[in-house]
Every structure is written in C-alpha cells, then in structure tokens.
C-alpha cells in the first residue's frame, strides 16, 4: 500500500538513484500491477486517478526520452512499459468516457446554506455516542474565502447550532476573530466583519477547537497548555498542563503544530507527538470537562509528510502530501476502536491542490471539513459508510 503511493518526486529519485536498473524496472512493474488492479474499481474515482497516474505517465515518458541510447536492453524493457501505460490509459479514457466529470465532485452550491438541515441534523446527533462510520470519499468542495496569511484555523462551534465563525489568522497571536455568521466572513473584503476577541495568553499553532460554547486552545510559552476559554463571558474557565513530555511537532509538513485538537461524534481528542516516540502520530482521548486523557494510543502513522489530521467516530485519518506539494490525501488511518486499517479504508486525495493544509477541522454535526490551505479557507463535504460495510 505504502510502496504504491510513493510521491512522485520520490519515484523521481528513485528513477535516478536505480538509472534503469533492475530495482527500477521491478519498481515500474509494481505500479504498473497496481494501476491495472486498480482499474476495476476506478469506476467512480476515475477522475482523481488518472491524474496523478498521467504526471507519472509524463515521468516515465520524460525518462525514456532521456535515455541513453546504447542501453539498449532497458530501453526496450521501458517501451514496453511505456506502452502498458498507454494501454491502463486508454482504458482510463473510456471509463472516463462513461463517467462525465460531474461524477467524481460537484461543486455544491448550496453547501454553506445548511439551516433546513438543522432539523435533521438535530435528530441524527441523538445517534452519535454509538456511531460507527468511516469517510468513504469527498463529495464537495466550496472554497469560500482567501485571505493573505498562508497558514490559518477557521472553525464553526463543532457542537453547537451556533452559526458563529471562528478565525485565527495565523499561526500565533493573542487575538481572534468571530463573525456572527459564516456570511459576513465571506462576504467582505478580509475580516472587517469580525469582533476581535483578545485572549489572556498567547495561542500557538492550528491545533485549536471551539466546542459548545468554549474554546480550547493551545499555549505553547512556558510549557504546553490546553486553555478552556469560555466564548459567552470571556473567562477562562479551565487550564491544564497537557501531560506528555518532550513533544515535538506532529504535522512534518506544519511544524508550528504540537498539539492539535479534534472533536468526533463522540468527545475530544488530542493528536501529538513526542521525543520519546519521535517518528510516529499519538493519539489520546479528552475529557472535556475536566481537560483530563483518558486514554492515548502510540498509532502507526508517520509524521514525516503528515500536514494534518482529523477524528471522524473514534477513527483518526492523517492527511499526507509532500515538500513539494502534490495533492493532499488521506494515506493513514487508525481506528481505535480496531475496525478499520488503513488497507482497508478508501484511499481519499482532496480535489484541488493549492499548498498543504495548515488546519483541517472536522464538524460532526454537518460531516464537513473547513480547512485552510495556502490562504483558501475550504469546506469539504464529506460522504461516509458504516465501518462494517467493507
Ligand atoms: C496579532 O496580529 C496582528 C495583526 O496581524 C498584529 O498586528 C499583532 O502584532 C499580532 N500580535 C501578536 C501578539 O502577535
Ligand atoms: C462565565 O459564565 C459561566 C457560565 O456560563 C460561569 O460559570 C462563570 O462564573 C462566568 N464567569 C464570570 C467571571 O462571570
């Protein structure tokens, strides 16, 4: 699985390292399995596929182009490689043909305007502490806004009617930004629209929340804290030490995130990382009344080329990309409840590529995403499938 994501740069330089050797060759013949085995089931992913299966195809070729011609032997050994891949795309082409774009994502006009579905919404949330889904794919995306600053948080209350926006513009400040609706964030020029909300300490990072009425923030000076900032008065209504020793940053991609908050369908979680386990993503489980870890979980997911993370029912899904930047997906998963493994869980790339996400918060309530990259503030909506669907 690992192997046949490889980013393509990383194949780049795999491709010279090898210089068409045998290891190389066998590398080619392994992506090419596993883009014919794939095509069965492309169906409805075709769109997303194939591009990234056409910048490799432009590798492959650039790389033939460039050959040595005395090497003979592999040259021809690449051609027919070359011609396979002509092959998987023709084949792409006619499912292509069959499946229009519109299939693989709309853009859905109507994603923000979500008060008809409250009702609903309200019903479905009475079913949430025994939920059991998993992302399945993204079947929107709206981008909403752009502001200057690269890296950002952007939030609605994840557990609340509340139509209040929340923005930090950047990656540290002591001062936020709340708009009464997600309107008057979009509709005007930066955030003129916004209340400015001066907090006692500095915040630090995107790893920030606001869940039922209070904030929870990050304070990073003089040691890691979760802030519990009550947003109806203004106070602080609890602090406490977050209890992992020596952390490191948990995001390779976003290394201004130590600690970064998440709320699922079922309760608070913290996604870290420490010296002690310095090449891998911890999980731990709050409670978010007396800010306590129930329980935390050294998870198999890298942090090298990790940019961000989220809790969708008790499953932690870590979305990857690379130094230089290539479409973001979803390429780990760690379901704590053991469920769902990363191999079986759908490989799930973001539509559009702009930088990497420097925060991606998932609403439980709406199954949306509202994420920031390189400027973009983006909702995403997402379609899910029960865990026991595989
Ligand atoms: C917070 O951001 C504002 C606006 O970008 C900036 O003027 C101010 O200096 C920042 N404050 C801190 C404490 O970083
Ligand atoms: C702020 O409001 C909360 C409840 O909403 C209350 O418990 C707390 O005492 C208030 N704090 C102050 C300083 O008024």
Same mark, same amino acid.
Request: charged content about 25%; some cysteine.
């Given at each position: ?20 050797? $045998? ?13 014919e ?21 432009n590798?492959i ?6 050959l ?9 050994n690449l051609e027919?490689?070359?011609s ?6 023709r084949?792409l ?7 229009p ?8 006009e109507n ?5 008809a579905?409250?009702a ?18 993204i /079947?929107?995306?709206?981008i909403v806004k752009r502001?200057?600053t690269?890296a950002?948080l952007?939030? /609605?209350? *994840? ?6 926006v929340?923005?930090?513009? =950047?990656?540290?400040?002591?001062t ?13 020029? =930066? ?12 915040? @630090? ?7 039922k009425g209070?904030l ?13 900032f009550?947003? /109806?008065n203004?106070?602080?209504a609890?602090?406490?030490?977050f $209890?992992?020793?020596?952390q490191?940053p948990?995001?390779?991609?976003s290394?201004?995130?130590?600690i970064?908050? @998440?709320?699922?369908?079922?309760g ?10 310095a090449?891998?993503?911890?999980l ?7 800010l ?7 998870t $198999?997911?890298?942090?090298?080329? @990790?940019?961000n993370?989220?809790?969708?029912? =008790?499953? *932690? ?6 130094? *230089? ?13 053991d469920?769902?493994?990363?191999d079986? @869980? ?5 539509? /559009? ?6 925060s991606?918060?998932y ?11 390189? =400027? ?5 909506r ?7 669907e *595989?």
């Amino acid at each position: 699985m690992g192997t046949f994501f490889l980013h393509l740069t990383v194949a780049a330089a795999v491709i010279l390292e090898a210089q068409c050797q $045998p290891q190389f060759l066998e590398y080619i013949e392994r992506r090419l399995s596993s883009f014919e085995n794939r095509i069965a089931v492309w169906y409805d992913q075709t769109q997303r596929y194939s591009s990234e299966y056409r910048e490799f195809k432009n590798q492959i070729l650039a790389l033939v182009e460039s050959l040595d011609k005395e090497k003979d032997e592999q040259r021809h050994n690449l051609e027919m490689a070359t011609s396979r891949l002509e092959r998987i795309e023709r084949e792409l082409d006619y499912l292509e043909s069959r499946n229009p774009a519109p299939t693989c994502l709309e853009v859905e006009e109507n994603l923000i305007e979500h008060t008809a579905e409250n009702a609903k919404e309200k019903k479905k949330r009475k079913h949430m502490t025994d939920c059991a889904e998993m992302i399945f794919n993204i /079947k929107a995306m709206k981008i909403v806004k752009r502001l200057e600053t690269a890296a950002g948080l952007w939030t /609605k209350d *994840l557990m609340s009617d509340s139509e209040k926006v929340y923005v930090f513009d =950047g990656v540290s400040n002591d001062t936020i930004y709340e708009f009464a609706r997600l309107k008057d964030f979009t509709d005007f020029t =930066g955030l003129i629209k916004g209340k400015k909300i001066k907090l006692p300490y500095p915040w @630090a990072g995107t790893g920030h929340m606001v869940y039922k009425g209070f904030l929870y923030y990050i304070r990073s000076e003089p040691q890691f804290q979760v802030i519990k900032f009550d947003l /109806k008065n203004h106070t602080v209504a609890d602090s406490a030490m977050f $209890p992992a020793e020596q952390q490191i940053p948990v995001y390779g991609l976003s290394p201004y995130n130590y600690i970064d908050l @998440a709320a699922d369908e079922n309760g608070l979680w913290a996604i870290y990382a420490t010296r002690e386990n310095a090449k891998y993503i911890c999980l731990a489980r709050l409670d978010h009344k007396m800010l306590d870890i129930e329980q935390m979980w050294d998870t $198999p997911c890298p942090i090298e080329n @990790a940019e961000n993370a989220f809790v969708i029912c =008790g499953v *932690l899904y870590v979305v990857y990309n690379t130094k *230089l930047r290539s479409r973001s997906r979803i390429q780990c998963v760690y379901d704590v409840t053991d469920i769902v493994t990363t191999d079986q @869980a759908p490989l799930v790339y973001f539509p /559009k590529r702009f930088g990497a996400h420097a925060s991606i918060k998932y609403n439980p309530m709406e199954k949306k995403l509202y994420t920031w990259d390189d =400027g973009h503030q983006i909702i995403y909506r997402l379609t899910l499938k029960q865990k026991s669907e *595989l």
